[in-house]
């Protein structure tokens, strides 16, 4: 009777092992108890996907009335260079005022080939500021010359003007460029001599007055020399009303 017992004793342990292994393998392993969050935990189950904004405006250019022959002086980019209504042109530079009209490709541009100064070229909504944060885009044909590279330049609502790090270079040729402007390191940039400063960390992006490219060496003349392009200009954010 007491072999009997002790059988009976062993199958129950022998029994309880196997229950307890069975329940070992069913627990999730360890830090692992709680499951990951998806993508989309903690921005709600019905959160839109971020979009980019749609077209706030676009500039083509034209060339600008002129009377006798079409010479640099004729070629001057002046306001009458827009084609978009709501738009202000804004030209930087102890001589930013010969920054000429040229048509290349069959679009008009600006060019800054004989303008002795660094110079920037910018652009004005009349009706809104412009909030550049998220999926903001500036879109633009551009050309860089010998060396010459631009970069994406702003004026905030508070007056201050900033040059970002992104560079663009395109050896000579016409390129659509696309600015994103997060994650850019920013520069203060002086308006009459630009020229750039200290650094802005982590400027307020969200009401710009205007926004361009700047380049910050001189003009090399006519012919191939150091200059840039910049064709058709389209930005792609929210309008913020002045």
Known sequence: MQRGRSIGITAMALGLAVLASI???QQPPAGRGTAAPGPAAGRGANAEPATRPALLFKEDWKQPPYTGTLNDENRRATQEAVTNPRLELKLYGTDARNVGVYNHEGRFDLWTGVVSSPVAIMLRDKSNYVDLTGLSRLRAIVRTLALHVIHPVVKLADGTYLAGSRAFDTEGEYIQEEVRFGGMRW??????KVVTTVEVPSPDLTRVDEVG???LAPGGGHGIAGAFNVSTF????KGVPR
């Open 234 to 237: 389209e930005l792609y954010a």
């Open 187 to 192: 520069h203060k940039l002086d308006p009459q």
């Open 213 to 215: 490219f700047v380049d």
């Open 23 to 25: 329940a070992q393998a």
